[in-house]
């Protein structure tokens, strides 16, 4: 009975990395505060992709926007003892990564040779054969994914810096407008201006090609 | 409803985040606005498409990367101590002011409250030579500056403009 009781109760007993998945972020940030180094590889398995995809679709470049969410990471580590607590860990995260793409853009306009690799690492997608993405679609499916995928990733970009931002960050990354406002360092009108005007030039573009 | 006014606030009404007041005058907008339902219906099928995008996925390698990176990184930047800065902020700023304050204490001449104060001419006392040995010049003048030669040909100079006594004295005549 010892034994069976014994069973049961270390059949419940959760793993660190499971205690540490049922935290909210506020919890995981005090862990590794607290010593737990593996609480940070927690923080980055939960925003990794997230900030990938923001990133990426603010500078269109899915090389360069990896280098970067590497960026975020480690200025998230060197900087969190500094991080004000009564604040969403979330919105600090873009907000370091919105600053990275910006810089990288801005970077890019200066050097023409960078914008040159950029668009050629974007077309090189098409190289990439189909067989090695989806094994449960039809190949016609997965030509019609890749094509809309392809689609909107092209008029994304063709959006004015300071509307894609915006327009990412509501869109494909669910922020509220406060969030937004506070990562892009504008205030909620402006927000919801360029959100406006972004969603209209969006809608402009792409829909010639879905006819 | 104007189509002004449907327009500026559509980003709210395509999120329904508006009062219940202002959706329902949007959506009769709608039933009347033929332009505008078209603008309506292009966007939300445009985020329709955008909001059931798939993600991309980082590479395999990514944390492996990540980890190589960090341990390369500088260590963390130590956390300030507000308290600590204030102290150390206060102990500077006193003891600047006690310099000042010092400094002034034994510069400037104290009078007694309420003198008024008066301005003096004070005597200028003449201006003594500077003592012009020509070993002393030389063990003055830093190596490198080529004052000391000239100081061989003073005695050659023109002393009708100067004051005979004082180059006298100074040249031990």
């Not at chain 1, 607290?34 to 679709?57: K, M, S």
């Not at chain 1, 990471?73 to 060197?78: D, K, P, Q, S």
Request: hydrophobic content about 45%; some cysteine.
């Amino acid at each position: 009975m010892a034994e069976a009781a014994y069973k049961q109760k270390s059949a419940f007993v959760p793993t660190t990395r499971e205690k540490l998945r049922a935290l909210d972020d506020a919890g995981v940030v005090e862990s590794f505060l607290g010593g737990d180094e593996r609480a940070f590889q927690e923080l980055v398995e939960r925003y990794q992709t997230r900030l990938l995809n923001f990133i990426y679709r603010t500078i269109g470049d899915r090389e360069r926007a990896e280098d970067l969410v590497q960026e975020v990471f480690i200025r998230v580590y060197r900087h969190l003892h500094r991080f004000d607590r009564s604040k969403k860990f979330s919105t600090w995260a873009y907000t370091i990564a919105s600053n990275l793409a910006k810089n990288e853009l801005r970077n890019r306009s200066r050097n023409p040779l960078v914008l040159f690799q950029t668009m050629r690492s974007s077309n090189e997608e098409d190289d990439r054969p189909l067989q090695f993405e989806d094994h449960t679609s039809r190949p016609d499916d997965m030509y019609r994914k890749r094509h809309l995928r392809q689609l909107v990733d092209q008029t994304v970009a063709a959006l004015p810096e300071h509307h894609r931002q915006v327009f990412v960050l509501r869109e494909l990354e669910g922020k509220s407008y406060e969030e937004i406002a506070e990562i892009t360092h504008c205030n909620l009108g402006t927000v919801k201006s360029r959100l406006n005007r972004a969603r209209t030039a969006f809608a402009a573009i792409i829909e010639p090609a879905l006819v | 409803m104007k189509c002004r006014e449907f327009k500026a606030n559509h980003v709210g009404f395509i999120d329904d985040v508006l009062s219940a007041a202002d959706m329902a005058d949007m959506r009769r907008h709608l039933a009347v606005c033929a332009s505008c339902a078209t603008l309506d219906i292009r966007i939300r099928r445009s985020l329709l498409i955008v909001r059931n995008l798939p993600q991309i996925e980082p590479s395999a390698d990514f944390y492996a990367r990540l980890s190589e990176a960090l341990k390369q990184a500088p260590a963390p930047a130590p956390k300030r101590q507000p308290f600590a800065a204030a102290a150390t902020f206060a102990a500077v700023t006193a003891a600047l002011a006690a310099a000042v304050y010092f400094a002034m204490a034994f510069t400037t001449d104290r009078e007694a409250p309420g003198t008024p104060a008066t301005v003096t001419t004070a005597e200028v006392a003449p201006i003594a030579p500077l003592p012009m040995t020509d070993a002393a010049i030389a063990a003055a003048v830093p190596a490198g500056i080529p004052v000391w030669p000239a100081m061989f040909m003073v005695g050659d100079l023109p002393t009708q403009l100067a004051n005979a006594e004082l180059l006298d004295s100074s040249l031990g005549r």
